[in-house]
């Protein structure tokens, strides 16, 4: 069960999402991430396969952490994370394991520049069926 | 919270210190924006930056204010350089974000025929977009020259004029940077984007000057009726995002080490005399000067794409440049003392009064030229800082227009809509590489800008010059 609204946001964009664990939480905050960043047109044509660990001093600036990686990964070698293998947490460690496609202008479309992922109004916290998360971006 | 507002003037409005807030809040805006300015959580973060030690007199709320993150958009606040904190939040992600204005040489019927191909040639010119890179790719060592020196090493290699950089806020380069202090995240970054304009609302557009209101100081800035303008809007790109995010995570520690207590963690903050707080004002000083000479770089190459379209005898001349993310350190009168404050500008502009020594010497006589861009469809505004200003906003004013709907509304309300026929049937051409950023930025998005003026010229803080009308427009 999981769910993910966009919260509007005067002038940037922000995620509230619900899954049944944490896990699916954190994956599905990066899958959002990168649909808010571009849509591939077709299928992906090239995947290469990724690992990344990050960590933080609390599930919150983890859940930054994460995001911010990934971003970091699109703005400097145009990554774009096409699907989480695995991903554990442990503790306040993550480690995952995903395929990316490279950004090729034939086959995405990009829509947002991700500035930075905020501490703003940040939350992530344990509900009685599982975890919510919030993140706000700069845009 | 609207109930509690107590109005000082038709123009001045304040929120009264209430719960762990250490000073009231100070809001510029005329009455009929208050409605608009309290349907969003803008004036909840303005009362949220009143409780940070050391912050002096208000935590002011220019009329275009708009909820931002941490510190809201549009917000200027002053704190002692002994007891008070420095804040990343306080300055944002996109670190001297700003806007440079140039005059030309060239009369609104010199370019209405060549419109399209100017625009053409300034897209080409300029890489613009998300992620846009430029041709300027630097090893760490020039890079470190960049951080350290700003828009003069732009002009050290051949893009642009010595004399541009006596018009730029700090002459394009701020003291203090310190290179070494930057992540190897920030370099990785930044390598490539010097020179490119980026995406969201930055842009840089040609118009004219449709409206004199003050022809001495016009003329004293170089401005007259229907001379060609551009206008440069665009800041540290992703060198200052990372920047902002890096000291970000030093600052929660901080906050924490010094046992301030935030009524949001992107306030995350230090005493200015900590190493923490030193730390952040090197590390923003060397994205400052990133940001200036990406500005300067653009400039240059502006310059080409209009010496190709029409000649290359025209005069393409800096008038100002402003930053509007920032924080400097700064003196000011409080209580009849000279005190140093770090005084932080949150899409507020600096707007210093006539015979000020940061001036440049041109311009000191009518005081500083104040650059406040509207949407793409209306118009922008050349201002005058004023005394009145330097009394009571620490030397600051409004920085633009001011978003009044969010982004997904935005592109809701433009489904359906051209909104690039729509403008270029208000006389505007534009050119964006996405048609989402078209939507978002649509006039609509934004309050007019010439309320916001009329809001801070009501109030004293600037003084009105010359109204700008925009012709084209390349945005990313």
């Known amino acids: 069960m999981i769910s993910v609204t966009r919260v509007n946001h005067t002038a940037d964009i922000g995620l509230q999402i619900t899954a049944s664990n944490l896990e699916e939480l954190f994956k599905a905050a990066a899958v959002e991430l990168f649909r808010l960043i571009c849509t591939a047109d077709d299928a992906l044509m090239e995947k290469e396969e990724h690992t990344l660990s990050v960590e933080g001093n609390d599930l919150e600036e983890l859940l930054v952490n994460w995001l911010s990686e990934l971003n970091f990964l699109f703005q400097t070698e145009q990554i774009l994370v096409a699907e989480i293998a695995a991903l554990v947490i442990n503790g306040t460690l993550l480690h995952a394991k995903f395929s990316a496609d490279r950004f090729n202008p034939q086959r995405h479309t990009i829509h947002t520049d991700i500035k930075a992922v905020t501490y703003h109004e940040l939350y992530v916290r344990p509900t009685q069926i599982g975890w919510e998360a919030q993140v706000i971006f700069d845009v | ?476």
């Not at chain 2, 935590?59 to 809201?72: N, V």
């Not at chain 2, 400052?288 to 190709?308: G, T």
Request: aromatic share 6%; with cysteine.
């Open chain 2, 1 to 476: 919270m609207l109930n509690s507002l107590r109005s000082i003037s038709d123009f001045v409005h304040e929120i009264p210190a209430h719960g762990k807030m250490r000073v009231p809040v100070r809001l510029v805006a005329s009455r009929k924006m208050l409605p608009s300015i309290f349907a969003d959580k803008a004036p909840n973060q303005a009362c949220n930056v009143a409780c940070l030690p050391g912050i002096v007199d208000y935590s002011y709320a220019m009329p275009d204010i708009h909820w931002g993150y941490g510190f809201p958009i549009g917000g200027v606040a002053a704190f002692d350089c002994e007891t008070g904190v420095v804040s990343p939040g306080g300055v944002g992600y996109d670190i001297n974000c700003g806007v440079r204005l140039l005059g030309t040489s060239l009369e609104k019927p010199d370019v209405l025929k060549k419109m399209e191909l100017l625009v053409n040639t300034l897209y080409h010119r300029i890489p613009t977009g998300v992620g846009s890179t430029g041709p300027v790719k630097l090893d760490s060592a020039e890079m470190k020259k960049v951080l350290t020196t700003g828009a003069r090493w732009a002009v050290e290699n051949g893009f642009g004029e010595e004399s541009e950089l006596d018009k730029i806020e700090e002459r394009g380069e701020m003291a203090g940077a310190d290179p070494q202090g930057i992540s190897d995240h920030a370099y990785k970054r930044g390598r490539s984007q010097l020179g490119t304009l980026g995406s969201g609302n930055h842009f840089v557009e040609v118009g004219f000057v449709k409206e004199i209101y003050d022809a001495k100081t016009a003329a004293c800035y170089g401005l007259h009726l229907d001379q060609v303008t551009l206008i440069i809007h665009t800041g540290s790109r992703g060198f200052g995002h990372q920047v902002c995010e890096d000291s970000i995570r030093i600052m929660l520690r901080a906050s924490e080490k010094y046992g301030i207590e935030l009524p949001d963690r992107q306030l995350c903050c230090a005493p200015v005399q900590s190493n923490e707080g030193q730390h952040y004002l090197s590390a923003m000083a060397a994205a400052v000067n990133f940001s200036f000479c990406n500005r300067q770089i653009i400039a240059h190459w502006a310059r080409k794409a209009l010496e190709k379209t029409f000649s290359a005898s025209l005069r393409l001349n800096t008038l100002y440049e402003v930053a509007h993310n920032i924080a400097k350190l700064e003196e000011h009168r409080v209580g009849g003392k000279i005190r140093q404050l770090c005084v932080h500008r949150k899409g507020a502009t600096r707007a210093f009064p006539p015979h000020h020594p940061d001036i440049p010497a041109d311009y000191r006589l009518a005081g500083q030229p104040v650059l406040i861009p509207g949407d793409m469809g209306r118009c922008s505004y050349v201002l005058a800082g004023t005394e009145k200003a330097m009394q009571e906003t620490f030397g600051s004013t409004c920085h633009g227009a001011g978003r009044v709907m969010s982004r997904s509304q935005a592109i809701k309300t433009g489904k359906g809509r051209n909104v690039q026929k729509e403008l270029q049937a208000r006389g505007v051409l534009v050119r964006a590489s996405g048609r989402e950023t078209l939507a978002e930025e649509m006039p609509e998005a934004y309050k007019n800008v010439s309320d916001v003026v009329d809001a801070v010229v009501g109030a004293g803080l600037s003084r009105r010059i010359a109204k700008l009308v925009p012709l084209g427009v390349i945005k990313g």
